[in-house]
């Protein structure tokens, strides 16, 4: 049979106290109230219980036989924030309930118990507990809609990667990061070869795996820290912070060799021949002092890429 506190739908009480008298009446007037119900003796076992479950209320005696009644609810609300805690004591006193108060417990009662009283009390601390979830739910709710339309902004639908637009604020950030601290940055400008004559051939859908098949590719064969961005139709642009030089070089001749190599899947069988794809290297501040000067000089490179024969890269050498 199921557990009744697996399904969620029964309030949960926690009894803890050491006489068994003020236990079983507890539990008897909660399992009344329909509560799922568990009693124990000491601070140590209502722990271990709180450790393993949440509960919505927690019924506690002022002085345990192993702990205060305010250790104990400091313990349970660093495990359970949201439960509420209600202490019961035969022996009140005006400086133990205002430290229990101050603490976060919910109520203060002396025994003999009122049983009205004590419902009344617990239903006033299900009410408040509720309205904190359900507030804290939708606040949560309301964050993760805000996250998600904010990544459908900056990624492009297809690739997954990062979009036209996030492309130039993440080239503004990474510049401007390298001017302060005097690293050197490279741009890769990438253009798939003929894509145009490819899509024609074998289709839309065809030409669309193509950009994923590399995009996995480009994420393979970059670092962790790179920037991978679909610049638009069959281009990529890929952002390298603190990477100049033979560095840069390494990078565009491993992209060219690993697309060239790569098999291309249409509709389940490979076809013949191989895409290939041209690059155009800029640095910064080799090539350029500022962001769109870095852009077109990239641009620019890769036009000399095109000219030189495709598949290849430009500046050969840096």
């Known amino acids: 049979m199921e557990d009744e506190r697996e399904k969620g739908k029964r309030v949960s009480a926690l009894i803890v106290d050491d006489d068994e008298e003020i236990r079983a009446s507890l539990m008897e007037r909660f399992q009344e109230a329909g509560y799922f119900t568990d009693v124990t003796p000491n601070g140590k076992d209502a722990i271990d219980k709180v450790k393993e479950f949440f509960y919505n209320i927690a019924v506690v005696e002022v002085e345990l036989p192993d702990m205060t009644g305010l250790d104990f609810l400091k313990m349970i609300k660093n495990i359970h924030p949201d439960t509420s805690v209600i202490f019961i004591t035969a022996k009140p006193s005006l400086e133990n309930s205002v430290s229990a108060l101050n603490a976060g417990a919910n109520a203060y009662m002396m025994k003999p118990l009122k049983m009205e009283e004590m419902m009344e009390h617990i239903d006033e601390a299900l009410d ?5 979830i359900e507030t804290r739910e939708l606040l949560f709710a309301e964050r993760k809609k805000r996250e998600f339309y904010q990544y459908l902004s900056i990624i492009d639908g297809l690739t997954d ?11 503004t950030q990474e510049v401007a990061r390298s001017a302060r601290y005097e690293h050197p940055l490279s ?7 003929d894509f145009k004559r490819f899509n024609d051939s074998y289709g839309h859908p065809a030409g669309d795996k193509v950009l994923q098949d590399i995009t996995r590719l480009f994420k393979e064969n970059c670092r962790r820290v790179d920037y991978i961005c679909r610049y638009g139709g069959e281009e990529f642009a890929i952002i390298t912070p603190e990477t ?13 060799n690993k697309v060239r190599e790569m098999k291309i899947q249409i509709y389940g069988s490979s076809i013949e021949g191989n895409l290939t794809i041209s690059i155009g290297l800029a640095g910064y501040p080799a090539d350029a002092k500022t962001k769109d000067d870095l852009i ?3 641009d620019q490179y890769l036009l000399e890429a095109k000219k030189s024969g495709k598949d290849c890269f430009y500046p050969s050498s840096s």
Request: hydrophobic share 50%.
């Open 161 to 171: 990667l990062y979009n036209h637009r996030h492309f130039y604020e993440l080239l």
């Open 187 to 193: 741009l890769l400008m990438i253009d798939i070869d």
């Open 296 to 298: 077109i000089k990239a």
């Open 128 to 132: 408040r507990q509720r309205a904190i």
């Open 244 to 256: 100049s030089g033979k560095n840069v070089v390494h990078v565009a001749r491993r992209l060219v």
